[in-house]
């Protein structure tokens, strides 16, 4: 029996913005990505005789993270799994597997928990059975498995565009304390999506070359302190609701100069604008970590997870104390980036 442990670790969203829609239904995507040090363990097991090229998933669930458990397929439809069967069925492995998921990312939290598990099982497979695949090989395989499994595949802090798969490395981001809480409600990732097209009409009349309906320019929104919206970026109003377009490229310009005032300040993700005002806890959350002392908070991916960046240790800690201490929060997390 042959035997390795793999790492899945959480992602973020630094900046999260959607520009258009593609003719299948795809949204086009510009978002930055980090990964955090909240991570799933994957244990790959293979055998020594031959076999059928079976797959086996054991799910062991943190029992301080509960809820989501549901969510989490323990059979052949959890990405891990459909990660090591695309694999091992286009190489011809037929020794048999065992996966021994340790669940510790929250489920369906706008984390990539089910993504993170699936480029573990990726890199774990290849190597396990010498199958010679380079990165970019792993990510070509991994979008067919989910949009940000190519993401997951490479890790560390990164522009992604296009519905995800098309990644520019970027320096590691300056360092901060990263509270995570998620509070006890699931958010359709559909239905955010199908939410914000409703508000933000994309102009089918003037498509790109490519087919891609684009948003129209909108004016800057003013400065503003609170949870919701965001401090910096592009908004407009549309039935009396905010929908606001964060400035991904200053984002990326303030990670590349190492600047971690300018990085904080200009976070944003417009799924908030669906996302908050149906489900006002996710502000409640923002608004909480920024009278704690974050240096700024925000909501990842569709949600319902809300992160804050902290610059001091001390404040960090208190922060996490106060959350993790509420009985309705038992998914609180205190982490840092990654690497």
Known sequence: ?????????AKINLGLDVIGRFPNGYHDLRMVMQTVDLCDELILRASDEGGDGSIRLLLKQDTSVSSGEELIPADESNLACRAARMLMDEFGVR???????KKQIPAAAGLAGG??????VFKGVNELFALGLGEQELR?????????????????????????????RLPDAPQ?????????????????????????????REANSDGRSVLPLAGRHPT??????????????????????????????AIRGGDFSRMAALMGNVLESVTIPAFPVVGEIKERMLIRGAVN??????????????????????????????ESLNEVFLTTFWP
Do not use: W
């Open 1 to 9: 029996m042959r035997e390795m442990t793999r790492k899945a670790r």
């Open 95 to 101: 020794k048999d597997l065992e996966i021994v998921l």
């Open 115 to 120: 993504s993170a598990d699936a480029a573990a």
């Open 140 to 168: 070509e395989r991994g979008v067919k498995i989910g949009a940000d499994v190519p993401y997951c595949i490479m890790g560390g802090t990164a522009l992604a565009e296009g519905i995800g798969e098309r990644l520019t």
């Open 176 to 204: 901060a304390y990263v509270l995570l809480v998620k509070p006890p409600i699931c958010v359709s990732t559909k239905y955010v999506y199908s939410s914000l097209d409703s508000l933000d009409s994309f102009d089918l």
């Open 224 to 253: 503003l302190r609170a949870g919701y919206p965001p401090t910096a970026g592009r908004g407009r109003f549309r039935d009396g609701q905010i929908v606001f377009h964060p400035d991904i490229d200053g984002e990326v310009q």
């Open 297 to 326: 908070a925000m909501m990842s991916g569709s949600g319902p997870t809300v992160f804050g960046l902290f610059d001091d240790r001390g404040k960090a800690e208190r922060a996490y104390a106060d959350f993790s201490g509420e």
